[in-house]
């Protein structure tokens, strides 16, 4: 019997990185997960390996920016499972660029991925989340949604406003015993990381592991036992909490 | 589930509402338990209580030489430290307006909680990286190391000077690479901890509106003295209802 037996989540974004890593642990908990993301060959993938952990799992193609995606999504999960318990907004999107080099497109880019998805994700889950008799919501922000970070302004400003979406959630959701909280990973290595830091790691990695204090990058799974933790009854009480992941990078 | 099994664990104020729950949930999930407690019989109940693989030891948790003792004794008694919790309980008498408290009473509380949080620490880290496999402290520290509480000047003192301390402590020891991870839990209104009178009658002030449970606290613990949190050091959890969100 795992943490998360008879619960069932939607996790966004899951086609890759830290999504995929959080549907595996989930599915290793006991959890029924619909995974999500624009990709259907990579969908495939995740499907692939969360059923090597024995997982019940389904794909549903989707954009968390395009609303008619969060209905579709909805249904499916319905259709599958019948019930939902809980919500983890991971899909994201990251730009990493000097002020002056940033248009307005890039920081709306942000906002509608970053923020958008996220509130669209937690007004479609809410009515299913009340039904299931409360549930949680997760919403993958970052260290940069609490500090902020160079070259970071429209990145840091989508995952702040995420963090306070997140709060006001967590105030909102108490009264029908749905507990939100923000997750804040820091530098987790992923398939991602090359397409906004460049496709050598060799030449930033060490210059990365260098910035965390524990001086290792993390992995997926890192953030995983965390979603898995916060997910289950076992954290009952916590709601509106920033659960860092992150080698000691926020303490500092 | 045993993500303590073949650990050892020493829970200081081991005999507290909070100690008890957390010795008894290190011990459900596989680890041997050295409950310290300066009250030795109640250490001794929870000790009983949890099982086979718990022992108790008095300890004062103001005193570098207790800290030595009940450290050895541990390690004596099951050959390792894997895990070391600091349960902060002390409080003044009664809630005192800053202008009526004495040094004497503001002392009282900042020597059990933050000096002795301190010398946890301080030993504890010496202790662990001396057997060389890395360990896990965390601190049980509150909600009210973050906000304010009229009349408990020396608690929000000591909450905040642990919440600080674990960071500090955490960033020593990962740039000293020994493997030691360091987190603490923030309280807040929960049944026999400090903070259930300390919020009597604000339970409005919770956006769960409802107080939590000991075991609450200790799944918490758990989760960040386990292998799931490997890559979380000098991180603050709070276990509030909600309270530090709203």
């Known amino acids: 019997m795992g943490k998360l037996t008879g619960k069932v989540a939607i996790v966004t974004g899951a086609t890759s990185g830290i999504g995929k890593g959080c549907a595996i642990e989930m599915a290793k908990a006991g959890c029924k997960v619909v995974v999500t993301g624009r990709h259907e060959e990579r969908g495939a993938n995740t499907v692939r390996l969360v059923k090597e952990v024995g997982g019940d799992v389904i794909f549903v193609r989707q954009d968390v920016t395009v609303e008619a995606d969060w209905v579709k999504v909805m249904a499916a999960t319905m259709a599958a499972y019948g019930r939902l318990d809980c919500l983890l907004n991971n899909a994201g999107e990251a730009i990493v660029k000097p002020l002056e080099q940033l248009t307005l497109d890039n920081l709306q880019f942000l906002l509608r991925v970053d923020l958008d998805g996220p509130f669209l994700g937690m007004k479609h889950a809410w009515p299913h989340l009340k039904k299931s008799g409360g549930g949680t919501i997760m919403n993958m922000s970052s260290i940069t949604g609490q500090k902020g970070g160079a070259k970071g302004s429209a990145y840091c400003a989508a995952k702040g406003a995420q963090l306070a979406l997140s709060r006001a959630g967590a105030l909102e959701g108490a009264a029908h015993n749905i507990r939100v909280n923000s997750i804040h990973p820091g530098l987790i290595w992923t398939e991602g990381v090359p397409d906004v830091m460049g496709p050598n790691p060799e030449t930033y990695l060490p210059r990365l592991k260098a910035s965390v204090p524990m001086g290792e990058v993390g992995e997926t799974w890192h953030v995983g036992t965390a979603v898995v933790f916060l997910a289950s009854d076992e954290a009952a009480y916590i709601t509106g909490a920033e659960i860092n992941v992150d080698g000691g990078k926020s303490a500092q | ?246």
Not at chain 2, 120 to 137: F, S
Not at chain 2, 164 to 186: F, H, W, Y
Not at chain 2, 216 to 243: F, K, R
């Open chain 2, 1 to 246: 589930m045993t993500r303590f099994g073949g650990k050892v664990a020493l829970v200081s104020n081991g005999a507290s509402a909070i100690g008890v729950a957390v010795v008894r949930r290190l011990a459900t999930e596989g680890a041997s338990v050295m409950v310290a407690d300066a009250d030795l019989k109640g250490a001794e109940a929870a000790a009983r209580a949890a099982g086979p693989h718990c022992k108790a030891i008095a300890l004062d948790v103001a005193s570098i030489e207790s800290w030595e003792k009940v450290l050895s004794a541990t390690v004596d008694a099951f050959q390792r430290l894997d895990v070391l919790v600091t349960v902060a309980t002390a409080t003044y008498d009664k809630p005192t307006p800053i202008a009526d408290t004495s040094l004497a009473q503001f002392k009282k509380v900042t020597t059990h909680n933050l000096e002795g949080a301190f010398l946890a620490l301080r030993y504890g880290v010496v202790k662990m990286r001396e057997l060389g496999h890395g360990g896990a402290v965390v601190n049980v520290a509150s909600a009210f190391a973050t906000v304010g509480l009229a009349g408990h000047a020396a608690y929000n003192a000591c909450g905040n000077g642990i919440r600080m301390m674990t960071k500090a402590a955490a960033l020593s020891c990962a740039e000293s690479k020994d493997k030691i991870r360091i987190n603490a839990v923030q309280v807040g209104m929960i049944a026999g901890a400090p903070e259930q009178a300390m919020m009597a009658g604000r339970a409005s002030h919770v956006p769960l509106a409802r107080g939590g449970g000991v075991d609450d606290i200790a799944a918490a613990v758990a989760y960040l003295a386990s292998e799931e949190a490997s890559y979380v050091t000098g991180y603050i959890l709070p276990v509030d209802g909600g309270l530090l969100a709203a």
